[in-house]
């Protein structure tokens, strides 16, 4: 694939610019010529799923994800039956955004039974699989940092996620892989060339060292000390041909004006993650 073709391929993920809305975000992917976007429920929600689908329509601009779903351990029955349904409606979201993907960030340690959690995500996710069949949506695991396995997800390392999505065996789940969370993970080139089709989505970033904050200390491609050119490489040999998107959550990035982050965005993509130098 060519550096034309990567680059329609870019996506911004709305996270980036946390300041811009639904409407904002897309019409700045238009305006930037950035051809997908990946979208947050909680702006659609605020612009209303109708209109950002008229939107996305009007502009052409494509929608590469939907985030989030997942949470699914809770200390009771009825609670995790009201997060699948809240993850049934993030299906019935995507579908109508035309998206075909949902990324599920699986949910944290519950009464400090980290067994118990994990399978409480496996059943969550076995639950969504007929229903996300029939609404064509995909349901992609991503593994967090291990740092994130109280409050965020259980889900802590890519050769988990990755048996996990082989285990529920079913073409509409699979892995989302986010260079923060897995760069550094000795394996993590061995376990990108084995998802095969269960790779779903690539996230680039970069990893500040040390980082200023653990959950909003993400750099710009080109900040930190991860080799973004070479696991973009081994994404596309492994057979991921999707959008790639971009997802820096940090709050200097996000004090500034968001058509800055954008050319920046464009310009540090080509030069780290494709390698134009």
């Not at 909003?216 to 999707?242: E, F, K, N, P, Q």
């Amino acid at each position: 694939m060519n550096v034309v073709e990567e680059m329609r391929l870019l996506s911004l993920n709305q996270a980036t610019i946390q300041t811009w809305s639904a409407r904002d975000a897309i019409e700045g992917c238009a305006r930037h010529g950035v051809g997908y976007v990946g979208l947050w429920r909680d702006k659609v929600q605020e612009a209303g799923l109708a209109a950002t689908r008229r939107l996305l329509d009007e502009t052409g601009v494509r929608v590469s994800s939907l985030c989030r779903g997942g949470f699914f351990p809770a200390p009771t029955i009825s609670e995790r039956a009201e997060r699948i349904e809240d993850n049934r409606r993030a299906i019935d979201e995507a579908a109508e955004l035309g998206t075909d993907l949902v990324v599920l960030v699986c949910g944290g340690v519950v009464d400090r039974d980290m067994p118990g959690s994990r399978q409480m995500v496996a059943d969550g996710i076995a639950a969504l699989i007929p229903y996300a069949a029939e609404r064509g949506v995909r349901l992609g695991i991503e593994p967090l940092h291990p740092v994130f396995a109280g409050d965020r997800s259980v889900i802590a390392g890519f050769g988990e996620a990755a048996a996990l999505a082989e285990r529920l065996a079913s073409p509409q789940v699979g892995v989302v892989v986010d260079v923060y969370h897995v760069w550094w993970d000795v394996h993590v080139h061995e376990l990108m060339r084995g998802l095969g089709e269960r790779f779903f989505a690539f996230h680039v970033n970069d990893w500040l060292a040390p980082p200023p904050d653990v959950l909003l200390g993400r750099g710009m491609m080109g900040d930190g000390v991860i080799d973004l050119h070479g696991l973009h490489a081994t994404a596309r040999a492994s057979g991921y041909m999707g959008p790639v998107e971009v997802e820096i959550f940090n709050r200097d990035i996000w004090s500034q004006p968001g058509d800055e982050v954008m050319a920046l965005m464009l310009e540090r993509y080509r030069a780290h993650v494709l390698g134009e130098r």
